[in-house]
């Protein structure tokens, strides 16, 4: 299904729809602050196993992020925030960044792994901070573009759609999207350190990942 809603005012009915999806194990594409994202129910097993199965990675290995719609929820998903990580999380979000913090004991249940870390998303999207806000909880998320051949075509719905149409139950038409992934900062450490420089700007502070 092409799911047409408008990025500033979204429809509760086409919220609604894209809710029962979610609830249902359906998995979506939707529109962010940066590119299209593929994005679950994180309490949905089997459409995490899809979308890790669509992608071509393991699940335990796979470097997906939390789509929050505000900081109010990250305990239950991280270790508690030291002041410099929580007040420049507070500042650039929501925005186009991905913050890299350490996951509690709840991540590893909810996608059956190993895993330390978590990467949390507050997009400056109204379209998917509504979703994640009537859902109630975050939906899992991943970029649908390759990182080593960002695909023009990628940042237009109706040509997304095309693509992945038989491959998950809707695609929400937001507008066009941005070919610019968002910044990624690591703040696991005692240092605050620059994976990747994309959308969001950063400060020139910041210690750069080698």
């Given at each position: 299904m092409l799911l047409k809603i408008h990025p500033d005012n979204p429809n509760p009915r086409q919220i609604q729809k894209v809710i029962d999806?979610?609830?249902?194990?359906?998995?979506?594409?939707?529109?962010?602050?940066?590119?299209?994202?593929?994005?679950?129910?994180?309490?949905?097993?089997?459409?995490?196993?899809?979308?890790?199965?669509?992608?071509?990675?393991?699940?335990?290995?796979?470097?997906?992020?939390?789509?929050?719609?505000?900081?109010?929820?990250l305990s239950d998903y991280t270790r508690p925030l030291n002041n410099t990580v929580y007040k420049l999380m507070k500042a650039k979000l929501p925005g186009p960044y991905t913050f890299i913090l350490n996951a509690n004991s709840n991540v590893p249940k909810l996608f059956q792994s190993r895993k330390k870390t978590v990467g949390i998303r507050v997009p400056g999207n109204n379209i998917a901070l509504q979703i994640v806000r009537e859902l109630g909880h975050p939906i899992m998320s991943t970029s649908i573009y390759n990182d080593d051949e960002i695909l023009e075509y990628l940042t237009d719905p109706e040509l997304i759609y095309e693509k992945y149409q038989d491959l998950v139950d809707i695609v929400i038409d937001g507008g066009p999207g941005d070919n610019q992934p968002s910044t990624i900062l690591d703040c696991t450490g005692e240092e605050i350190l620059l994976v990747r420089e994309g959308k969001g700007e950063i400060a020139s502070d910041l210690q750069e990942e080698r």
């Open positions: 999806c979610l609830t249902d194990g359906g998995i979506i594409i939707y529109p962010t602050d940066t590119v299209y994202g593929l994005g679950c129910d994180i309490y949905q097993t089997k459409a995490v196993d899809r979308i890790a199965k669509l992608k071509g990675i393991k699940k335990e290995k796979a470097n997906f992020s939390f789509i929050c719609h505000d900081l109010r929820h």
